[in-house]
């Protein structure tokens, strides 16, 4: 989830020796996703995307189905589902009847949060609000409008949800994050961090500035984004938890994001579990969050 970001915990080191020696998915799993890349004129570049298809995915010129957006962590990519099993557990589910029919599409993110950086040069959100969504609902037939439309995420991806929903609460009815990079420190306390050469400075200054752009970093900030759409957000099912022996500390931002949105009346489920920011975290708990997001799908709006 987050690879590359600071120096490997063992937890993380694991997940990369897993995927390593994953074996090959069924081919019951592979038939069902589509990988693909979409020609950016904002970005100036290719971006991938991989996309899984309902099982009955033949019918989609004839039926219009939900779309759920998943954004990797640091250091992943738009394959990250398919390489961890993830994608077979999402199709256990269907399965089961635990979970509905829905699409679940993920690009490529690389390093940007998902957002415009403070320079300009790499405008990712711009990107996904205004070419990558457009594009993929128009491919797949996702006529829903806001009730079919759903984006979750992991680490950078889960700080990538949460700002994307709570900036455009009008384009999602529900949003989740599994061990979301929400950073409780001031920019002031993170420049100190940038100063004395940290690890993290590499990734905070690619896209927020170096040394941080304050009104940039407000300006994409989840808890504020929370306050000043709140009365919209009352309108937004959300979901998210975090390990508590997260390594990254993020069980702390998870925390602060639980207390804002409580005092602001504004309904969410957070759950803080054992566990800490590696793979077998996340798969453990990936089914729950798609639950959530299918039960959001198929109520009345």
């Not at 905070?204 to 984004?225: C, K, M, R, T």
Request: include cysteine; aromatic fraction near 12%; hydrophobic fraction near 40%.
């Amino acid at each position: 989830m987050c690879a590359d970001w600071i120096p490997l915990p063992r937890s993380v080191a694991r997940w990369g020796l897993f995927l390593a020696l994953l074996p090959g998915l069924p081919a019951f799993a592979q038939g069902r996703i589509d990988c693909a890349v979409i020609e950016s004129a904002i970005l100036r570049r290719p971006v991938r995307y991989c996309a899984d298809l309902p099982a009955r995915n033949d019918d989609l010129s004839r039926r219009s189905y939900p779309i759920l957006y998943f954004l990797h962590g640091l250091g992943d990519d738009e394959q990250t589902l398919l390489k961890s099993g993830g994608w077979t557990l999402i199709d256990d589910l269907r399965q089961q009847g635990k979970i509905g029919d829905f699409l679940v599409v993920a690009p490529q993110g690389r390093r940007s949060f998902y957002i415009n950086s403070a320079d300009g040069r790499e405008r990712y959100s711009d990107f996904f609000l205004q070419e990558f969504m457009p594009y993929v609902e128009k491919k797949y037939g996702v006529h829903g409008g806001r009730a079919g439309r759903a984006i979750t995420g992991i680490s950078m991806g889960g700080y990538g949800a949460l700002r994307l929903a709570f900036a455009h609460p009008e384009l999602f009815s529900s949003v989740s994050a599994q061990s979301a990079a929400l950073l409780v420190e001031s920019p002031a306390e993170l420049n100190q961090a940038v100063s004395s050469g940290s690890p993290i400075a590499a990734m905070l200054g690619d896209v927020f500035g170096n040394p941080i752009d304050v009104p940039h970093w407000q300006a994409n900030n989840p808890y504020v984004l929370a306050r000043k759409n709140q009365a919209a957000l009352r309108n937004l099912a959300i979901y998210f938890n975090c390990g508590q022996s997260d390594d990254y500390g993020f069980q702390k931002g998870a925390a602060l994001l639980d207390r804002q949105l409580a005092e602001e009346g504004i309904r969410h489920e957070y759950h803080a579990y054992p566990g800490d920011h590696s793979l077998s975290y996340f798969l453990s708990h990936l089914g729950e969050t798609m639950e959530f997001h299918s039960r959001w799908f198929t109520q009345p709006k």
